[in-house]
């Protein structure tokens, strides 16, 4: 057996078995590309290797290129350590244990045969870091299984499991589970004779496809419609993969590089790949013991079955977890019961879902009017009306029947966590668990934390979180929690800027042109007016300094409370938003402008974007000062699955440090100076200022 860094070699029965071991998921990282070109010169010179199989140490095989080395000089390149397994003189063997992906996935293709566990999952999910696959990912897969093929798992980025990769053709073989290493070492055995030895470079799949479909070349020019194609990446793969039809192999691979140079230190690549650290370090709960693990969440009681506690029980019954539903009244229990079954009959309608499998999920969810049937489930989320009477009296019942270690979650949009706390006698074990709305849909769910909130507490909630397939993001209780709290300054000030103004179709179109799906206006009639109207009103009473929002508020009591009333920011007929401007409402904005006697100007895109952006950043530094986030980065998390911010933006705090401290400081001092406390910076941001440190590496001392 010899040793390199990473990288073990060791003869088995004539094989040479390469193990990568680079925990935590053999990342291709320093010295590692090195030892696997290394171990292939020792096997090739040993007169005793007939054979070779890579694999990877523990879970994975190999996880892809290590992110944190690009923009960095890499002594050897994935393209490189990928040549050496292909122009191997005695054929290589992959064996795939759990992921190989990107530059993981390269390799096994480079190899002379792929065999994988029925756990094996391998895919090329570079776009998502605004990359490509440049270890000849593109050029090699494409001749493998075709250029369309490969083009959508490029674009796509998905992970495909073993039967799909074996039926594709990707996996020539799926061997033994449990024993992956020996079942590979045989398979080597039985191949090493084999000649001449299968090279994906020489295949031909790509041209007999080409040959099949002569429109081939405009087929896939067309694979991305131009409204999901708007990175520069989506161009440079669309072209590699044409390439690969016409152009030879190592002109295909040259075309991949220079591609990669381009891409790599480009703005789009440094946000995804940003953004890819920051979903990771979500997941860490902050002061939780070093060896607590939290329990799972085996059963689950709502409280409320309206529109949020019905899309809540679908979360759970999705993945597979009983559901009790309590309701006030038998009516309300049946209205319920029958919104949850009406979600899962869109979903059946729409092909989504099979009819056995929304019977079986539907044979998950109970109902009840008996708080008593609560009691053994392990968490309990209160979903009733946002009233504080309400809410205490639910929470007052749940002290009295959960079982001990319960968790007690309130699905509260704004109410303080600490309120519902109070009515039992277990406050550490209350939390916020805040879904947006639609609740089955949206990936984001805020976990709110309590001043009494145990830490363990909130280790839980978050992984029932994750268990359900949300997003799971951390926030002390404030009005509104983290995420809703650092939108809200974007939302009025656009709503401001009408005052002064500038017209709601032109700041949509600039929020969409920055790569929002939609604008503030269009989210606006989507949610209705009214219900921001009624926030509003509440927010007044509680804050005598509270800024009015004229515009809003009139077009709320003239009626225009957006799509459901078919008037809005914009028009709908049909129950689709007419995309032209709505040729009476500037009339009575300008009118209302006129009595408010606002001077008029005329605003720059930029000017807007800057207005509404730096809003929020503000904001946000306001909330991580006052303890009620802990990273800058969750917040750029919550803005992508809450918001639509843009991925390839990196969030807001990302894409603020891009603009830069001091430019941000500058401007919000100049606009509190003009519009007063509404711009007060941040006394985070002052600090920033002073010690020169980014925003998006702030964590906060006071969570
Ligand atoms: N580089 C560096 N670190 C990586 C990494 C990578 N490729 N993949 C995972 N990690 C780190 C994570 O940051 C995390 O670190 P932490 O514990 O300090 O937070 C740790 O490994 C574990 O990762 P996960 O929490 O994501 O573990 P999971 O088990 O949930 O998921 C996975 C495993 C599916 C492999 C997931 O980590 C993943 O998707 N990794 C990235 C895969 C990828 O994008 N590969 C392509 C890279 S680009 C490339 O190969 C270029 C080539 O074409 C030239």
């Known amino acids: 057996m010899s040793e390199f860094q990473n990288v073990r070699f ?4 004539g094989v040479g078995v390469i193990t990568v071991d680079n925990p935590p998921v053999n990342a291709l990282g320093p010295g590692v590309r090195e030892g696997v070109i290394e171990a292939l010169r020792l096997g090739n010179e040993d007169p005793e290797v007939f054979a070779f199989v890579l694999m990877g140490q523990g879970k994975n095989f190999i996880a892809g290129a290590d992110i944190r080395q690009f923009g960095k000089a890499r002594p050897v390149s994935t393209h490189v350590s990928a040549k050496a397994l292909e122009s191997s003189q005695k054929p290589v063997v992959a064996a795939i244990n759990g992921f190989a992906l990107g530059g993981g996935l390269e390799h096994a293709l480079a190899c002379h045969y792929r065999v994988g566990s029925p756990s094996a999952r391998v895919g090329l999910p570079e776009v998502k870091l605004g990359i490509l696959p440049a270890g000849g990912g593109t050029q090699r897969l494409s001749r493998l299984i075709g250029p369309e093929l490969a083009l959508e798992i490029i674009l796509s980025s998905r992970h495909i499991a073993a039967k799909e990769a074996l039926d594709l053709g990707i996996l020539d073989e799926i061997v033994d589970a449990k024993d992956l290493k020996s079942a590979a070492i045989e398979f080597a055995q039985k191949i090493s004779a084999l000649r001449p030895m299968p090279r994906t470079s020489e295949k031909m799949t790509c041209l007999d496809a080409a040959r099949a479909n002569p429109q081939m070349l405009s087929l896939l020019d067309n694979a991305l419609s131009q409204k999901t194609r708007r990175l520069r990446v989506h161009d440079c793969v669309i072209e590699c993969v044409k390439a690969s039809l016409f152009m030879d192999f190592e002109e295909g691979l040259n075309l991949e590089r220079t591609h990669m140079a381009e891409l790599e230190n480009s703005a789009d690549s440094k946000a995804l790949r940003y953004v890819f650290f920051a979903e990771r370090e979500v997941k860490k709960v902050p002061h939780l013991p070093p060896d607590y693990e939290p329990s799972r969440v085996a059963s689950v009681a709502i409280v409320g079955a309206g529109t949020m506690g019905s899309g809540i029980a679908v979360c759970f019954a999705d993945r597979g977890v009983p559901v009790t539903v309590l309701e006030a009244s038998p009516e309300n229990l049946e209205r319920g019961l029958a919104k949850i079954a009406g979600l899962y009959a869109a979903r059946v309608k729409s092909g989504k879902l099979t009819q056995s499998a929304m019977d079986e999920a539907l044979k998950l969810i109970q109902g009840t009017l008996n708080y008593t049937d609560l009691a053994q489930c392990d968490a309990v989320i209160e979903a009733v009306f946002e009233r504080i009477d309400l809410k205490k009296e639910v929470f007052t019942q749940l002290d009295a029947v959960m079982k001990p ?224 986030a802990y990273r800058a980065s969750d917040i750029d998390v919550m803005w992508i699955y809450g918001f639509g911010f843009p991925r390839h933006r990196g969030g807001l705090m990302f894409w603020a440090d891009t603009v830069g401290v001091q430019e941000l400081h500058r401007q919000i001092t100049q606009w509190h100076a003009h519009y007063g406390e509404r711009w007060r910076p941040a006394e985070l941001l002052n600090a920033l200022l002073l010690s020169g440190e980014t925003l998006r590496e702030l964590r906060s001392t006071a969570f």
Request: proline share 4%.
């Open 10 to 13: 060791e003869k088995i029965g």
């Open 405 to 628: 270690g319960a968790l007690l979650l309130t699905n509260s949009s704004a109410i303080d966590i600490n309120t519902m706390a109070q009515c039992t006698k277990r406050p550490h074990d209350v939390a916020g668990a805040h879904f947006f709305a639609p609740a089955n849909v949206m990936k984001l769910c805020e976990i709110v934390k309590g001043d009494q909130t145990s830490v363990e507490v909130i280790a839980r909630a978050m992984k029932m979180g994750g268990d359900i397939g949300k997003v799971t993001v951390l926030s002390g209780t404030c009005d509104g929690f983290a995420a809703n709290r650092s939108r809200a300054a974007l939302v009025s000030e656009a709503m401001l800027l009408l005052e002064e103004g500038a017209s709601p179709y032109h700041i949509d179109q600039v929020m969409r042109e920055f790569g929002y799906p939609m604008g503030p206006f269009a989210v606006s009639d989507l949610s209705g007016l009214d219900v921001s109207y009624d926030t509003r009103k509440r927010r007044a009473a509680a804050n005598p300094n509270f800024r009015k929002l004229h515009v809003p508020d009139h077009l709320v009591e003239l009626g225009r409370h957006g799509q459901k009333t078919k008037l809005g920011w914009y028009r709908y007929e049909d129950g689709s938003r007419v995309p032209q401007i709505d040729e009476g409402l500037m009339p009575i904005i300008t009118a209302l402008n006129r009595e408010l006697g606002v001077e008029q100007k005329v605003f720059s895109d930029d000017e807007i974007l800057k207005r509404l952006l730096f809003a929020s950043v503000n904001e946000a530094c306001k909330i991580l000062q006052e303890g009620k």
